[in-house]
T-cell receptor
């Protein structure tokens, strides 16, 4: 079946630093989604990507759909304390509704 | 408008009890999904509805799990004879199509 590898598993960064995380797949995806989840809450959709090569921004967040359709990355610029949380990538492949999820990247900001 | 809401937010059940978890999707969203999320993991697909039709229930762990959406809006996930391994967060998501899925806050189920 389809698998998603998300890295890094966790990141300890200083406030103000840029952050980069990525997901790779063993097979092609048609849609990539990036979510953020905070404790006790459901995942919140940050960015949706629909075309290979697409680069989309949402404030300080930028995500790209890899040209091979097997990877995607998420960048956060100038991190702030409220960026703390777990970021998940999710992809839609052969199924047009069943999301395949990465294991998440936990972002921790050092005081 | 309002987002996806779920109730209860927390449920403690004794082993063997039946539980019912409710999801109110975003108004007008055709698609509705249920997921199970274990601590430290990503959500795992349970089932998918398009309007009132349950098109995929392949992720339901056992026949103790049952979901319905009789009028194509509110959905209920029922778990019969709960077991300790059913302890998890149950997430509901809705979508206007099926690509962008919007999640509720989840119901944390603890089976003692």
């Amino acid at each position: 079946g389809q698998q998603l590898n998300q890295s890094p598993q966790s990141m300890f960064i200083q406030e103000g630093e840029d952050v980069s995380m990525n997901c790779t797949s063993s097979s092609i995806f048609n849609t990539w989604l990036w979510y953020k989840q905070e404790p006790g809450e459901g995942p919140v959709l940050l960015i949706a990507l629909y075309k290979a090569g697409e680069l989309t921004s949402n404030g300080r967040l930028t995500a790209q759909f890899g040209i091979t359709r097997k990877d995607s990355f998420l960048n956060i610029s100038a991190s702030i304390p409220s960026d703390v949380g777990i970021y998940f990538c999710a992809g839609l492949g052969d199924s047009n509704y069943q999301l395949i999820w990465g294991a998440g990247t936990k972002l921790i900001i050092k005081p | 408008g309002a987002g996806v809401s779920q109730s209860p937010r927390y449920k403690v059940a004794k082993r063997g009890q039946d539980v019912a978890l409710r999801c109110d999707p975003i108004s007008g969203h055709v698609s509705l999904f249920w997921y199970q999320q274990a601590l430290g993991q990503g959500p795992e697909f349970l089932t998918y509805f398009q309007n009132e039709a349950q098109l995929d229930k392949s992720g339901l762990p056992s026949d103790r799990f049952f979901a319905e959406r009789p009028e194509g809006s509110v959905s209920t996930l029922k778990i019969q004879r709960t077991q300790q391994e059913d302890s998890a967060v149950y997430l509901c998501a809705s979508s206007p199509d099926s690509d962008e899925q919007y999640f509720g806050p989840g119901t944390r189920l603890t089976v003692t």
